[in-house]
C-alpha cells in the first residue's frame, strides 16, 4: 500500500533549513529528473546528511509534495492592478513562469498521483483548491468593482486559465507566453464573463 503523507506542516512553517532541503530537490529534478531524485543526490546537493533529509521527509512521495508546494507558493497572492483585465494577465503570466520552471517537478507530481491516492489528495487541497480560490479573489474583486456581473462566475472558469497554462507549460512542445496569456485573457475570459452576464 502506498504510505500516506505525514508531513502536514504548512509552507509558512517550514524552517530555513527545510527549504534548503527543497530548493535542493528543485534543483535536482531540474538537472536529473525524477528517476535520478535520490537521498544522496539532494543531500550532496544541500551539503546535508542522508539522515537529515530523511527526518523531515520520510518518504520520496512526501518529499516531491513539499517541493512542489514550495515552488508554487509565489503563485498564493492575488494580484492588485486595479483592473480585472490587469489582474488576469499577471496572474497568467506567473502561473506560466513558475509551471515552466517547475516543470520537472509537475510531472513527477503526476506520475505521484497516478500511484498514490492518498498523494493525490493533499494535491488537491495544496495546490489545486489554492489555485481556484485566488482565481476566485480575482473574479469577485472585479464584480465588487463592477466590471463583471457575479452571476457570470462559474466553476469552469476558475479552471480555465491554470489547467490550460499548466498543460502547455509541462505538456507540451509549444510553452505558452505572453501573448498565449493575453490572448487566453482578451479573446477567451473576458468574452465568457460578458457573455455569461448576459444569459
Not at 521527509?57 to 492575488?78: D, G, M, N, Y
Not at 492588485?80 to 489582474?87: C, F, H, Y
Not at 492518498?118 to 495544496?126: M, R, S
Request: charged share 20%; proline share 5%; aromatic share 6%.
Amino acid at each position: 500500500m502506498p504510505q500516506e503523507p505525514t508531513h502536514t506542516m504548512e509552507p509558512s512553517q517550514w524552517s530555513s533549513r527545510e527549504r534548503e532541503l527543497l530548493r535542493a530537490t528543485l534543483q535536482v529534478l531540474r538537472e536529473q529528473g525524477y528517476s535520478g531524485l535520490t537521498l544522496d543526490a539532494i543531500a550532496a546537493t544541500a551539503h546535508a546528511s542522508k539522515s537529515t533529509v530523511y527526518r523531515h521527509w520520510p518518504s520520496r512521495a512526501e518529499l516531491v509534495l513539499a517541493a512542489f508546494v514550495e515552488s508554487v507558493r509565489q503563485i498564493a497572492h492575488a494580484p492588485q492592478t486595479g483592473s480585472l483585465r490587469g489582474d488576469l494577465q499577471q496572474l497568467g503570466n506567473t502561473i506560466c513562469e513558475q509551471a515552466s520552471t517547475h516543470a520537472a517537478t509537475m510531472r513527477a507530481m503526476a506520475m505521484e498521483m497516478a500511484r498514490n491516492p492518498a498523494l493525490n489528495d493533499v494535491v488537491q487541497q495544496q495546490f489545486i483548491e489554492q489555485t481556484r480560490r485566488l482565481i476566485g479573489h480575482v473574479l469577485n474583486q472585479a464584480a465588487d468593482r463592477g466590471e463583471i456581473e457575479a452571476v457570470a462566475i462559474t466553476d469552469d472558469l476558475w479552471d480555465l486559465m491554470s489547467g490550460y497554462l499548466i498543460f502547455r507549460a509541462i505538456w507540451s512542445v509549444r510553452p505558452p507566453t505572453r501573448r498565449t496569456v493575453q490572448a487566453l485573457v482578451d479573446d477567451v475570459i473576458i468574452p465568457s464573463l460578458a457573455r455569461g452576464a448576459q444569459c
